[in-house]
């Protein structure tokens, strides 16, 4: 039996706000668009059916998808929210988080905040991989909206090794099933 999609059991966990001078078309020209998230989202590309239930991909530069999910809310230029499911093996089991980017004009620029939500009790060493690439991303999205070219990384990035063992544990032990 398929479980109707309830967003109201997801708890935001994770939300960063970012000020960008720019205009809300072009910030989700940028979410919504591979020419831009490949720039500014580790060289990934943005596959999105433009419509409530339709389908959202992130695909890694080998032409692997790492991110999959549906597409719960699209209101442009002024809010996104997406299902992400992350696709690699040792992710797969976990729930989908809920990713929604809210897009105000302020005068001349534009407030985006970004919430990552969830449907369970997610231990801290989850959280810790988001909550370190989301500030990344979002500097380097505001970097290319404002002067055209993304922050450059010159180290290679990875999940934190607690948060591979929190993964590790949580797949083991399924938490989400008891909430």
Request: aromatic share 10%; charged share 25%.
């Amino acid at each position: 039996m398929v479980q109707k999609f309830t967003p109201e059991k997801f708890v935001p966990k994770t939300v960063y706000v970012t000020y960008i001078a720019c205009t809300p078309e072009k910030v989700w020209e940028a979410l919504t668009r591979s020419e831009f998230t490949k720039q500014f989202f580790f060289s990934r590309t943005v596959e999105i059916e433009p419509r409530i239930g339709g389908s959202f991909a992130m695909r890694m530069p080998d032409g692997k998808y790492d991110i999959k999910g549906e597409v719960i809310e699209w209101d442009p230029p002024r809010r996104l929210s997406v299902t992400w499911g992350v696709a690699f093996e040792e992710f797969r089991e976990l729930p989908e988080s809920l990713v929604t980017y809210d897009i105000e004009p302020m005068g001349g620029s534009v407030k985006l905040t970004m919430t990552e939500a969830h449907q369970w009790d997610v231990p801290e060493a989850i959280l810790a991989g988001g909550r370190q690439g989301w500030p990344l991303l979002l500097s380097s999205l505001k970097s290319l909206l404002e002067i055209g070219k993304p922050i450059e990384i010159n180290v290679k990035m990875g999940p934190p090794k607690e948060m591979l063992e929190a993964v590790e544990q949580a797949c083991a032990t399924k938490p989400w099933l008891r909430t």
